[in-house]
């Protein structure tokens, strides 16, 4: 089993900052990626940004030079630093791992989200 759980939404102003962290637990023998989506009331879940082991990163146009997406690979955990956040940045933010597991299986794991809110 493998798990992924996200930490750090919350309502923040316009203009303001928060960070995201997640970790994958369990059985894991390597992650190959990690990354962040998100969706909107009433839209599609998107990407945001991704990290693949490698150093490989990737991020949505919406998002580029405003945040920026780190990995502690020692600790299995994947941040995301939002600043000049903006109204239409809320949403659920969604943590996935695309993980191989000790037992040799490949998993793609999503956690359940968490709520950042931009509002004055």
């Known amino acids: 089993q493998v798990q992924v759980v996200e930490s750090g939404g919350g309502l923040v102003q316009p203009g303001g900052s928060l960070r995201l962290s997640c970790v994958a637990t369990?059985?894991?023998?390597?992650?190959?990626?990690m990354g962040w989506h998100r969706q909107a009331p009433g839209k599609e879940r998107e990407l945001v940004a991704t990290?693949?082991?490698?150093?490989?990163?990737n991020y949505a146009d919406s998002v580029k030079g405003r945040f920026t997406i780190s990995r502690d690979n020692a600790k299995n955990t994947v941040y995301l630093q939002m600043n000049s956040l903006r109204p239409e940045d809320t949403a659920v933010y969604y943590c996935?791992?695309?993980?191989?597991?000790?037992?040799?299986?490949?998993?793609?794991?999503w956690g359940k989200g968490t709520l950042v809110t931009v509002s004055p």
């Open positions: 996935n791992a695309d993980v191989r597991t000790i037992w040799g299986r490949n998993m793609n794991v």
């Open positions: 990290i693949i082991t490698g150093g490989s990163i």
């Open positions: 369990g059985d894991i023998f390597r992650i190959n990626a």
